[in-house]
């Protein structure tokens, strides 16, 4: 919020512009975003605001002139469901998903990264100039996940490229940790007895408090597998 607000005071010296802006917490978007949205769109060509005093003010729609956000792509998503309907514009720095390619449904979404869709073209371009015949594939649940997933598989389909170990995880802790227990089983019983090698590299489109989680639950554990591994990772950032 901070970095939010040091950027706008910037853009207001720098332009002379005076201007209003509005701050939307949009942590775990699929669960809040959607009462935050309807409560501030609730009556129509109006938008509905509580300042942090508790006054409420009312303007029309069409004051808002520009959206920016998101990082998540299923936040931009619901975003776009409301603000399209006035034709307010959104440029998102970091919503990757291919969904959101669909100017029909999502006629004012705008980004400055490339979607989905291109980055996995690019990795499985890659995996075939190496040589890499399987591949492995972990996802997230959400939306933008399950649009990574999609594209990868659509591209690892026209260039012959075997995904022979896929999993779907949830943003819970619990459901990571039965992933890595997965892994470890196939690691284990390739070198116990050769059975069905676990491939690499993995693909791994995933948030990332996951990505994070699968990293550290695999240093915890002292997988020599992560040393002679690869992956190609799209996480919305890793720090």
């Given at each position: ?192 007895d050769g059975g069905c090698r676990v491939p690499k590299p993995m ?8 990505l994070q989680t699968i990293f550290t639950q695999l240093l915890y554990r002292g997988v020599l597998w992560k040393r002679r591994g ?10």
């Open positions: 919020m901070e970095a939010f607000y040091y950027t706008v005071e910037k853009v207001k010296n720098i332009t002379g512009l005076t201007f209003s802006t509005l701050f939307i917490e949009t942590c775990n978007a699929e669960y809040r975003l959607h009462p935050i949205m309807s409560e501030i769109f609730r009556e129509e060509n109006r938008i509905n605001l509580t300042d942090t005093e508790g006054r409420s003010h009312s303007f029309p729609a069409n004051n808002i002139v520009l959206f920016i956000s998101n990082t998540s792509s299923a936040a931009s998503l619901i975003i776009q469901s409301y603000i399209r309907l006035y034709g307010i514009p959104q440029i998102s720095h970091a919503s990757s998903s291919s969904w959101l390619n669909d100017k029909l449904r999502y006629p004012t979404f705008l980004r400055i990264v490339p979607s989905d869709e291109i980055q996995a073209k690019f990795i499985i371009q890659l995996a075939s100039e190496l040589k890499f015949e399987r591949l492995g594939l972990i996802s997230s649940s959400s939306s933008w996940g399950k649009s990574g997933v999609a594209s990868i598989e659509q591209y690892a389909h026209i260039a012959g490229t075997c995904l022979s170990y896929v999993y779907q995880v949830d943003q819970i802790k619990k459901s990571v940790i039965a992933l890595v227990d997965d892994l470890i089983d196939k690691i284990n019983a390739y070198m116990r693909v791994i489109f995933a948030e990332q408090g996951i690869a992956f190609f990772h799209w996480s919305e950032k890793l720090g």
